[in-house]
């Protein structure tokens, strides 16, 4: 059996103060981890959990990822970025145009985020977390395909979009133009092995499909540091 996305994992200077906003936001239950950080554990089908992990370091830069939030109607809309607002997320430009639809927030630690406008035809059969949007190219859209023995849903003009078997939100990966990456991204995957899975076997199986192993400095400490092949940071996860 393949890797499962376990969690999608937020550096955090202040991870109790982020998992309170996006509790907040999303209704889920917090729960304390075992290396100083904060969890959230869905209350609908997302399927993954959210990590809320320490660092010292600053964010610097626009995040890679960003969790695109849906809407039923303006007012369902507008209700949400009050909660957010209220919650302490900011407005931010990103470049958005003015008959854009979405609205474009942050959360207090500055990871950006989006509401969408009701009527969104692509994440129309998807819950609250619409869809995680990545920039990427068409071949990490299909290496995570291949890695979480998750289907493509869209592959168009270079822009790629993966789904659970099981339904949740999609992960869409926007092809060229591609920002420079710099430095360490500071939202990442931790995949997880099923109970008495063969870890060194996955990834063995993960490198055939284009991952690169990395020292990331925490030896080994349960979780193999890996890149996927536009070099994001993941981890595989020994299960506790």
């Known amino acids: 059996m393949t890797c499962q996305l376990f969690a999608v994992c937020f ?51 626009r995040n890679r990822m960003h969790f695109d939030l849906t809407s039923t109607s303006l007012e369902d809309q507008q209700q949400t970025v009050a909660r957010a607002l209220a919650l302490g997320a900011h407005h931010i430009d990103v470049g958005q ?16 985020f989006c509401v969408i406008e009701p009527g969104n035809k692509f994440l129309a059969d998807c819950g609250f977390i619409g869809a995680l949007a990545c920039d990427g190219s068409q071949d990490v859209g299909y290496f995570w395909s291949e890695a979480l023995g998750w289907p493509l849903v869209w592959d168009q003009d270079q822009e790629t979009a993966i789904r659970s078997p099981h339904g949740g939100p999609k992960i869409t990966w926007g092809g060229p133009p591609l920002r420079p990456k710099t430095g360490r991204n500071r939202v990442h995957f931790d995949l997880t092995l099923p109970v008495h899975g063969d870890r060194q076997a996955e990834v063995d199986r993960l490198v055939s499909l284009g991952a690169t192993r990395i020292d990331a400095g925490q ?12 070099g994001n940071e993941f981890c595989v996860v020994t299960p506790r």
């Open 97 to 112: 145009r003015p008959e854009d639809g979405h609205v474009v927030l942050a959360d207090p630690e500055g990871n950006e």
């Open 11 to 61: 550096d955090a200077n202040r991870p109790l103060l982020l998992a309170s906003f996006w509790s907040g936001l999303l209704g889920w239950e917090t729960v304390d981890d075992q290396d100083g950080g904060v969890t959230l554990l869905p209350s609908d089908d997302t399927g993954f959990r959210i990590r809320f992990v320490p660092t010292q370091d600053r964010k610097a830069d």
């Open 219 to 230: 030896g080994d400490a349960g979780c193999a540091a890996m890149t996927d092949p536009d």
